[in-house]
């Protein structure tokens, strides 16, 4: 699996845009980057998938160079609802594998 | 929109205990999983399961742990002796075939575990 690194956390103010990049130098071919978001108490949640370029969904964008070693996760116009941990997790898509989640990065917005 | 249900949501136990965590996959999914996140830590995998059989368990997942589906809807995890390190939140996870083409995971709300 490649290892990722995103910064551990980020401050925002509500309506902001939040970027969060997250390296993964040794993505292999065949793997993608996912993300996933978790709020206080909960289990986590599919947010966003890529392989390359952009993918843009009604909750967020993703944003992967041509090297793939990095990938950032933005949030439009976030609100209060959006501190949450948001991780970052690069691997071969396949159903029966299993997601190793890291630290994440939590998110915080106030008002 | 289809959900995994989890009980208890809490789940108070004496350490040496048996206790068994369910979980109602959406129904569905094929591909169900255990993970669990003591508090403060990141998410651990425990282990996959896939037509009645375990796919992959991690070191966590010793001899004191056994998952099972036991009927068409329930999942279940047993930790047949409960240590006081075993006290987290366990989340179960479920997943489609094919029919998605992201294979998210769709995680249950958790059941928070404490060891006393």
């Known amino acids: 699996l490649a290892k990722t690194t995103q910064p551990i956390s980020m401050d925002s103010y509500e309506g902001q845009e939040v970027n969060i990049t997250c390296s993964h130098n040794?993505?292999?071919?065949?793997?993608?980057i996912t993300w996933y978001q978790q709020f206080p108490s909960q289990g986590p949640r599919f947010i966003i998938q890529g392989y390359k370029t952009k993918v843009t969904n009604e909750v967020a964008s993703l944003f992967i160079p041509a090297d793939r070693k990095s990938s950032t996760l933005s949030l439009p116009r976030v609100s209060l609802s959006d501190t949450a941990v948001y991780y970052c997790?690069?691997?071969?898509?396949?159903?029966?594998?299993?997601?190793?989640f890291g630290a994440g990065t939590t998110v915080t917005v106030r008002a | 929109e289809p959900e995994v249900t989890q009980t208890p949501s809490h789940q108070v136990t004496q350490m040496g205990q048996e206790v068994i965590l369910r979980c109602v996959p959406i129904s569905n999914h094929l591909y169900f999983y255990w993970y669990r996140q003591i508090l403060g830590q990141k998410v651990e995998f425990l282990v996959s399961?896939?037509?009645?059989?375990?796919?992959?368990k991690s070191e966590i997942f010793d001899d004191q742990f056994s998952v099972e589906r036991p009927d068409g809807s329930n999942f279940t995890l047993k930790i047949r002796s409960t240590k006081l390190e075993d006290s987290a939140m366990y989340f179960c996870a479920s997943s489609e075939r094919e029919a998605n083409s992201n294979y998210e995971q769709y995680f249950g709300p958790g059941t928070r575990l404490t060891v006393t």
């Open positions: 399961f896939y037509n009645n059989e375990i796919s992959e």
């Open positions: 997790l690069v691997g071969a898509r396949s159903n029966d594998y299993k997601l190793s």
């Open positions: 040794n993505i292999a071919t065949n793997d993608y």
